[in-house]
């Protein structure tokens, strides 16, 4: 029904940015609620961010808050997740999602939709 995929990863240095983009295609992304998530090596995959359907609302996490933003931009079907003063620590693979029914939801079981993921390596 929905097909997400993601691009924009890649290598980048200790403090630089990078902008991830996840496309939709099957149907469009206006009536579903989009999150970002990601996974580290060892590690459980954990929510980044998130935003309605309209673009109105977002939640990041705390890991996160005041360097990434999500946004979204309906009429290209497509999510955005701008990635600022990147940390070692980021390094993950990047996850896009969506969710059928509006809300804010940080785990992955409440998403119904998923990308196969881009890499997100920094290094020092």
């Known amino acids: 029904q929905v097909q997400l995929v993601e691009s924009g990863g890649g290598l980048v240095q200790a403090g630089g940015s990078l902008r991830l983009s996840c496309a939709a295609s099957?149907?469009?992304?206006?009536?579903?609620?989009m999150g970002w998530f990601r996974q580290a090596p060892g590690k459980e995959r954990e929510f980044v961010a998130c935003?309605?359907?309209?673009?109105?609302?977002?939640y990041i996490a705390d890991s996160a808050k005041g360097r990434f933003t999500i946004s979204r931009d309906n009429t290209k079907n497509t999510v955005y997740l701008q990635m600022n003063s990147l940390k070692l620590e980021d390094t993950a693979v990047y996850y896009c999602?969506?969710?059928?029914?509006?809300?804010?939801?940080?785990?992955?079981?409440?998403?119904?939709?998923w990308g196969q993921g881009t890499q997100v390596t920094v290094s020092s």
């Open positions: 999602a969506a969710r059928r029914t509006d809300g804010i939801v940080t785990t992955p079981r409440g998403y119904d939709y």
């Open positions: 099957g149907r469009t992304l206006s009536s579903y609620i």
């Open positions: 935003i309605s359907w309209s673009g109105g609302s977002t």
